[in-house]
């Protein structure tokens, strides 16, 4: 491979979004790789700029980094991804995709009476939430649909 076809981590950087550091900690994860020159200055394939598209697309939807990184073990390596490649891993996630659009409508569509967080502040928590009995599973939203909890701390999916 000729060292024109490689991009130093500022064109990285400049054209995926992601700081340095991001790259190096999805790096550390195995999620995107990287060379070194003869003066230990990181030098990425061109490629890379496809994963972390691919990476950020999967984040958006919920999807955890040891998820991605699954994913990533059906790719080829030292090529570029095709679309059929790309297709195929996003069909496991369409199930998931939907599960959240039906979760959010119906967030939507309730949000003007409660949306079950347990903190008994409208009239309806009396009648959802008697006595905050909520509290007793946990922080957050507990009725809020599966498809939509979080952990924000993490960034990664729960399961409650």
């Not at 999805?26 to 490629?47: D, F, K, P, V, W």
């Not at 069909?91 to 959010?104: M, P, V």
């Amino acid at each position: 491979m000729r060292t024109t076809d490689l991009l130093t981590v500022g064109e990285v950087t400049r054209r995926s979004g992601l700081a340095a550091s991001a790259l190096r900690y999805y790096e550390s994860e195995g999620l995107i790789e990287s060379s070194r020159t003869s003066g230990n200055q990181r030098r990425y394939q061109r490629s890379v700029l496809r994963r972390i598209a691919f990476i950020r697309a999967a984040r958006s939807i919920g999807l955890s980094l040891e998820e991605i990184a699954d994913a990533f073990t059906d790719l080829p390596g030292g090529r570029t991804p095709t679309r059929a490649d790309w297709t195929r891993l996003s069909q496991h996630w369409r199930t998931r995709l939907n599960e959240q659009i039906d979760a959010l409508v119906a967030l939507r569509d309730g949000l003007d009476s409660c949306i079950g967080c347990g903190c008994l502040s409208l009239k309806t928590c009396a009648l959802s939430n008697p006595g905050d009995a909520a509290a007793s599973y946990g922080p957050g939203a507990a009725f809020l649909p599966r498809a939509l909890h979080r952990d924000d701390s993490a960034g990664s999916s729960i399961t409650r």
